[in-house]
T-cell receptor
């Protein structure tokens, strides 16, 4: 069964600290993996897209890694800011005839001053 | 460049009614996708349109339908509304393919079914 699991469900960190969010998937055959940031009441914003051959991709203070062998991805946030408080959603696409898109439930990040 | 716009932003309907939501993609984008987001189920893919044709479809009943016009604008229709259809409906556009290109989301339409 195609699944995307994210951990932790929620996380509280102090401003300026780093954190890492996890995404494990069983989606097959794998096409790409994306990380999105969603502020409350807004649409998601794309952070990174990675295909099978990409191990790391950065977008400012956000760095995503992908291990296609273990089917794991992580999103590392460096020097967190209050504006990083949001939900972070991992999305995996599979090419299976057409395309399937499976969403993780998200990690809710709270950055405190 | 203007972003993805969705209208209306908020909508209240009663069970059994039907509703039409509208999405205008970023200029030049040809792919438009629709998603449903609820607290219980999270984000779920509804369908993708490209060049006025439905290219991909999620696992939703036939009450959910959509279309795309020649200017890439898209509409989504839900007939015979149920309480469980209450959700945030998000539209996203991309240059060519939702599956591989960066997607840009609109602010969503918040639908409440009473």
């Amino acid at each position: 069964k195609n699944q995307v699991e994210q951990s932790p469900q929620s996380l509280i960190i102090l401003e300026g600290k780093n954190c890492t969010l996890q995404c494990n998937y069983t989606v097959s055959p794998f096409s790409n993996l994306r990380w999105y940031k969603q502020d409350t009441g807004r649409g998601p914003v794309s952070l990174t897209i990675m295909t099978f051959s990409e191990n790391t991709k950065s977008n400012g203070r956000y760095t995503a890694t992908l291990d296609a062998d273990t089917k794991q991805s992580s999103l590392h946030i460096t020097a967190s800011q209050l504006s990083d408080s949001a939900s972070y959603i991992c999305v995996v696409s599979a090419r299976d005839g057409g395309f399937k898109t499976i969403f993780g439930a998200g990690t809710r990040l709270f950055v405190k001053a | 460049k203007a972003g993805v716009t969705q209208t209306p932003r908020y909508l209240i309907k009663t069970r059994g009614q039907q509703v039409t939501l509208s999405c205008s993609p970023i200029s030049g984008h040809r792919s438009v996708s629709w998603y449903q987001q609820t607290p219980g189920q999270g984000l779920q893919f509804l369908f993708e349109y490209f060049s006025e044709t439905q290219r991909n479809k999620g696992n939703f009943p036939g009450r959910f339908s959509g279309r795309q016009f020649s200017n890439s604008r898209s509409e989504m229709n839900v007939s015979t509304l149920e309480l469980g259809d209450s959700a945030l409906y998000l539209c996203a556009s991309s240059l060519e393919a939702a599956s591989t290109d960066t997607q840009y989301f609109g602010p969503g339409t918040r639908l409440t079914v009473l």
